[in-house]
């Protein structure tokens, strides 16, 4: 079993920066990719980033060039640091990790992201 522990969300003002960071620990020996999702109200929970062991990245279009996915794999975490955010960024961030892409069980409690207009 793994245990994902998030911190960093808050309330700022658009055009502003956050760093969410995300902890592992358990049996992290078998995760492979780790990322972050969110889930606005109303809507469905969506990819936001994702990183693999090796460094390999993706994300979603909204965030591309505003947010930076990184991992420390001394230290099992996973970081999201956002900037230039808008309102609609506005969500519970979800730190999520797996052995591939198609094999994501773990997930963390959420941490609440909050854009101010």
């Known amino acids: 079993q793994v245990q994902l522990v998030e911190s960093g969300g808050g309330l700022v003002q658009a055009g502003g920066s956050l760093r969410l960071s995300c902890a592992a620990s358990?049996?992290?020996?078998?995760?492979?990719?780790m990322g972050w999702f969110r889930q606005a109200p109303g809507k469905q929970r969506a990819l936001v980033a994702s990183i693999t062991s090796s460094g390999s990245t993706n994300y979603a279009d909204s965030v591309k060039g505003r947010f930076t996915i990184s991992r420390d794999n001394a230290k099992n975490t996973v970081y999201l640091q956002m900037s230039v955010l808008k309102p609609e960024d506005t969500a519970v961030y979800y730190c999520?990790?797996?052995?591939?892409?198609?094999?994501?069980?773990?997930w963390g409690q959420g941490t609440q992201v909050t854009v101010s207009s």
């Open positions: 999520n990790a797996g052995t591939n892409y198609a094999h994501r069980p773990y």
């Open positions: 358990g049996s992290i020996f078998s995760i492979n990719v």
